[in-house]
Nanobody, 120 residues
Framework: QVQLVESGGGSVQAGASLRLSCVAS????????MGWFRQAPGKGRDLVAH???????NYADSVKGRFTISRDNTKNTVYLQMNTLKPEDTAVYYC??????????????WGQGTQVTVSS
């Protein structure tokens, strides 16, 4: 059974940085895409960034140039480096494990989420 555990959220001022981590267990990690999603209060869950098994990345327009997704297959961990945070980045951030090597297969396993709050 796959388990995803996120960490690194918190409350920061606008302009600050945070790094989220997600550790996966229960499956070989390296052959699958990984993603970060977020859900703000009263809104749906939106894709923030994803990374393929081959390390290709893609980002939502709202975070391009500020956020960086990366993975360390030796640690079964995916990261989201978030710089120049804005109040509109406030949300619960979820890690997701892909069903295949890239995002076209969709995402089938989710973490419990970590709260990020950015104040102005």
């Amino acid at each position: 059974q796959v388990q995803l555990v996120e960490s690194g959220g918190g409350s920061v001022q606008a302009g600050a940085s945070l790094r989220l981590s997600c550790v996966a267990s229960g499956r070989t990690f390296s052959g699958y895409a990984m993603g970060w999603f977020r859900q703000a209060p009263g809104k749906g869950r939106d894709l923030v960034a994803h990374i393929t098994a081959g390390d290709s990345t893609n980002y939502a327009d709202s975070v391009k140039g500020r956020f960086t997704i990366s993975r360390d297959n030796t640690k079964n961990t995916v990261y989201l480096q978030m710089n120049t945070l804005k109040p509109e980045d406030t949300a619960v951030y979820y890690c997701a494990l892909g069903r295949g090597s890239d995002w076209t297969y969709g995402f089938g396993s989710w973490g419990q989420g970590t709260q990020v709050t950015v104040s102005s």
